[in-house]
Structure formats: structure tokens, C-alpha cells
């Protein structure tokens, strides 16, 4: 271990105002031409302790940039440095001579903090989804071991949207009160150790049902808990998403959904064929639980960033800086609910108009996210791994349609377009597109399966551009009350999952129609809520208030 103390005194003269920048060099003494000393790492095994001192006692300010590779220091005249490094064994030794340059690694260490939890909080939809979507290719074999007919099949599938619709407003509400980031993580943790009891539980119809209402109750709460981490106002913190950014790190965040469909629809029926249907539910899970570790640790990076990176002159003099939600306390709760302007809400056209969208466009893609692999099955003959990579298809479109679509609605917005105007035009796009390709699919013209695949797949892929369309909208007109806002929106999406899939099930059980059960419906609610889109949505900043 090697130890240095660098005094600013003797070696150089720090002014009183600042003047050109000039760098420093461990081997060359050059004066130093700026109050601003910037200091790099090398070697990344390096520890760095910094000690700040005026003459008279009082501790300055100091300010640690987000690169854990440089750190910037701003020292006052007649202030005393001292820079204590510690290298470990294997780092560098205590001799002479050069550090060599090593490569940053992991690749993402020098991301700033937005990033980081935007990454992570994407991975974790990756892993909703690929729980989600988990049974329904494993439906088939389970099915058929238990001897299930289709309503009882729509039945297993549908209690997942039980516990999801419960749990989209105390989502919000909790959110808001305890910042998102705490929100999800206790979501994902609950998700994870109820699917992987799923196998245990699925000889006995009320504990499977049980743990499925857990695993949607899990999962209910992560959309408001990631639109509340987006949308949180935190300049101090580096860790705000601008206004010019929002539809790309919503895109980002909820497109870990398709990608998590993706996964899950490649991965499950090999699982499912080498070791047995149980697998994908204790692998899916297995997931989760590791994504929390991880977590935690990009976590205790940004309340580090919280308590370091921002402090000042000012903050060091009143005390440390600390999070408005983990300071809350549970006596918080009760007056936290009488301070939320329900009223206000539904007085509101614009969020009739998001509550209204939500739940025509839940209906269509939660109704083929359960049913499509079966339609495919069953409809077009493929086998259950022909079925499950078809499935594949449409998420996977929708990774590069939601890339371009959020790239497109930010471009606009950039160039002076009004944010309403983008939000109509994408949330149209969202809704006519599969109307009119599940309308082709529907009508008997005597396509041969891989063009209806085709046909389907461009539609619910371009029913992505909802992320640019409403589920940005809901931090456009209120920063504040998103995750609270969403949490509406999204119990009533969730209706679709408990009513639609298990009502598709019965209505095949009974008309023997893929179009009347399947495709009917949801083509009448995504017309129906272009309308109301086009006619009430806003993206106008608004103004709850408890008094309205």
C-alpha cells in the first residue's frame, strides 16, 4: 500500500480568481493555472481518500463528479489539500515509475446514474416479461398434464391480471410516497418468489391461482414505480430525465417488455422439452432474485451520488443531503392519501381520455400476449416450438419500431412541434395499425399461416408507438402525480387481463372462432379509442389541486 499527501502551499499558488485550465502531471511540477485541480485514476483498483481544510478550521466545499475515474476538487486560497492514495497489493506497489493504463471495466462504470438505473430498470421489465409470458407457452403442456379445457386454461392465466389490477394504485400512491426505486425492487423480489413456487402450487387450482394473483400483484406496481423514477424532478442529483429525453428512456425502460417476450417465448419451449414445464418457472425466477442483488448495488451508487456528488459549500454547512422518500416514515401514509387530489383527476378530460386508451390498447395486447402461441398452435398447426418462435415475432418487431418511434416523437418535439400534436399522432399509429391488420387476419381470404403471421406481426408491432403515444403522457401533464396518474390508467388496463383473457377462452369454447373470440373485440376497442384519443387527449401541463 502506497501512501501520498500533496499540499497545495508548496508547490503551488492557488489565486483568488479563476484563470486558464492547464493540467497536472505526476513526474513535472507545472504551476497550477486554474482553481480547479482535476485528478485521474489509473489504475482502477486505486482508493482515494480526499481531505479539504481552510487555515481557520472550516471544511470547504468539495465536489466529486459522477466518474468514479475523475474527481474535481474547487480549493479556496489558503486552503490546505491533502490527497491520500491507496493502492492494494496487485495495483501498483509503492515504487516509481508509471501505472499502466488498464481498460475500464465493467464498460458501463463511467455511465452517469440516469443511465444506470434507466438500464437497469429496463432489465428488470425484461424479466416481468419473460415471467409473464412464461405461461403461456407452458399452458399447453400443463393443459394437457391436468387435463384442463380452454375456459380453465383462460381461467390459470387470467388470476395473473387479479393481483396486477390490485395493486396498480397503491403502486402509484407508494411511489410517490417512497420514490420508485424502492417501489420496483420490492416488486421484483415478490414477482420472482412467487413464480418459482408456481411448480408446487399447480396440482391444487387455489394455490396456483394464488401465487399468479402474487406474481401480477408484483408486477402491478413496476410501470408506476418506473414512471415515477422517470419522471421524478431531481436536478441536484444528476439523475432527472429532460423533457427532451422522456420518450426515448420510456422506450427504453417499457421496451424491456418485448424484449422480455422475446426471451421468454426463445427460451421456455426448449426448457420446457429437455427438463419439463416446471423449469421456466424456477429459471424465470431464479433471474429476478439475482436482478436484486444488482440492484442494490446501482442503488447504494446513487445514494452515494445523493450524499457526495451534490454537496456544496452551503450543504456541507446544513447537514447531509437525503431523499425526500427515504425519509418517510409510515406515519407519513395516512396523511399522504388525504394529500392526493383524487377529485381533481377526474375532473380532467385528458385523464378520462388516458384511462379510456389504456384499456382498449390492454385489451388487444393482452389478449394475443395469451392467447397468439394457442392461435398458432391450434389455427395455423405449428407445434409448440414453431408456435412459440412465431409468438417471438411481434415483441420482436417491436423492439425496432419502439426504437424508431421514440426517436421520431423526440425529434418533433426538439424541432418546436407541440407535444399534444406528437401524442395524438403516435397513440393513433398504436391503435389503427392492428385494428386493421387483425381485420385482415379475421377475414377468410385464404392467405396461406405465414402471411397472416406477417400481417399480425407488422400490427401489434406497430402498436408500440403507444410508449411515445400515452405512456409518456402521463408525465407531460403532471410530473408530479405520474406514477399516482398511471396507477389509474393502469387498474383500469388491467380489466382486460382478468375479463378479456379468460372472456376469449369461454367465446372460443363456444363459437369455435379465432375472429369472433379473439380478434372482434379488440378491433372494436382500438377504433373506439382512437376516437376518444383524438377528441380529449392533452399533453398540456395541468394543475391538481385538492380545491377543485
Request: with cysteine; net charge neutral.
Amino acid at each position: 500500500m502506497t501512501n501520498f499527501t500533496l499540499r497545495s502551499e508548496k508547490w503551488c499558488k492557488i489565486p483568488q480568481y479563476p484563470i486558464s485550465n492547464s493540467h497536472y502531471h505526476h513526474h513535472h511540477h507545472h504551476k497550477l493555472q486554474s482553481s480547479r485541480l482535476h485528478l485521474f485514476s489509473l489504475n482502477p483498483n486505486s482508493k482515494l481518500r480526499i481531505r479539504s481544510e481552510r487555515s481557520s478550521g472550516v471544511k470547504t466545499g468539495l465536489r466529486v463528479s459522477e466518474s468514479d475515474k475523475t474527481k474535481s476538487i474547487t480549493p479556496s486560497s489558503g486552503e490546505e489539500i491533502q490527497l491520500v492514495g491507496d493502492d492494494n497489493k496487485n495495483g501498483g506497489g509503492s515504487g516509481g515509475g508509471d501505472e499502466g493504463l488498464h481498460l475500464k471495466w465493467p464498460p458501463w462504470k463511467d455511465l452517469p446514474l440516469r443511465y444506470k438505473l434507466i438500464g437497469t430498470t429496463s432489465l428488470a421489465f425484461v424479466i416481468c416479461n419473460m415471467d409473464k409470458v412464461n405461461l403461456s407457452i407452458a399452458i399447453i403442456p400443463m393443459s394437457h398434464q391436468f387435463g384442463w379445457n380452454s375456459s380453465t386454461a383462460g381461467l390459470v392465466q387470467s388470476s395473473f391480471f387479479w393481483g396486477y389490477a390490485l395493486s396498480q394504485l397503491p403502486g402509484g400512491w407508494l411511489a410517490k410516497l417512497f420514490g420508485g426505486r424502492k417501489v420496483l425492487e420490492v416488486g421484483v423480489l415478490m414477482w420472482s418468489l412467487a413464480t418459482i413456487c408456481v411448480p408446487f402450487a399447480a396440482g391444487f387450482m387455489p394455490a396456483l391461482v394464488l401465487s399468479r394473483i402474487l406474481v401480477g400483484i408484483g408486477e402491478g406496481v413496476s410501470p408506476s414505480a418506473a414512471t415515477d423514477l422517470i419522471a421524478r424532478q431531481d436536478t441536484s442529483t444528476y439523475m432527472s430525465i429532460p423533457t427532451e429525453e422522456r420518450s426515448r428512456a420510456v422506450a427504453f425502460v417499457f421496451g424491456g417488455l418485448s424484449v422480455g417476450s422475446v426471451a421468454g417465448l426463445i427460451l421456455a419451449p426448449p426448457l420446457i422439452q429437455t427438463y419439463g414445464w416446471e423449469s421456466v418457472f424456477y429459471l424465470f425466477g431464479f433471474f429476478g432474485v439475482v436482478w436484486c442483488f444488482g440492484f442494490q448495488f446501482i442503488e447504494g451508487q446513487s445514494a452515494f451520488a445523493v450524499e457526495n456528488i451534490t454537496r456544496t459549500p452551503q450543504s456541507i454547512a446544513s447537514g447531509p443531503v437525503t431523499s425526500n422518500s427515504s425519509t418517510k416514515s409510515w406515519k407519513d401514509v395516512g396523511s399522504s392519501l388525504k394529500d392526493v387530489p383524487w377529485k381533481s383527476f377526474f375532473k380532467s378530460e385528458a385523464v378520462w381520455a388516458m384511462t379510456y386508451a389504456h384499456f382498449c390498447g390492454s385489451w388487444g395486447h393482452y389478449t394475443c400476449l395469451s392467447w397468439l402461441p394457442t392461435y398458432f398452435s391450434e389455427e395455423l398447426d405449428l407445434n409448440l416450438t414453431e408456435a412459440a418462435w412465431v409468438s417471438v415475432l411481434p415483441p420482436l418487431a417491436s423492439i425496432l419500431v419502439t426504437s424508431v418511434a421514440s426517436q421520431v416523437a423526440d425529434n418533433l418535439i426538439s424541432s418546436g412541434v407541440e407535444t399534444t400534436t406528437v401524442r395524438k399522432i403516435c397513440q393513433t399509429i398504436a391503435f389503427l395499425s392492428p385494428a386493421l391488420c387483425m381485420t385482415l387476419s379475421s377475414v377468410d381470404l385464404g392467405l396461406p399461416p405465414w402471411e397472416v403471421v406477417a400481417i399480425l406481426t407488422s400490427g401489434l408491432a406497430l402498436s408500440s408507438f403507444a410508449l411515445s403515444g400515452l405512456y409518456c403522457t402521463h408525465q407531460d401533464i403532471s410530473p408530479e402525480y405520474a406514477s399516482i396518474l398511471l396507477g389509474i390508467t393502469n387498474t383500469v388496463g388491467a380489466v382486460p387481463g382478468i375479463v378479456g383473457v379468460a372472456l376469449t377462452g369461454y367465446l372460443l369454447d363456444s363459437t369455435h372462432s379465432w375472429s369472433m373470440s379473439l380478434f372482434a373485440p379488440s378491433i372494436f376497442f382500438y377504433l373506439t379509442g382512437t376516437a376518444v384519443w383524438l377528441k380529449y387527449a392533452s399533453s398540456k401541463p395541468q394543475k391538481f389541486s385538492k380545491s377543485d
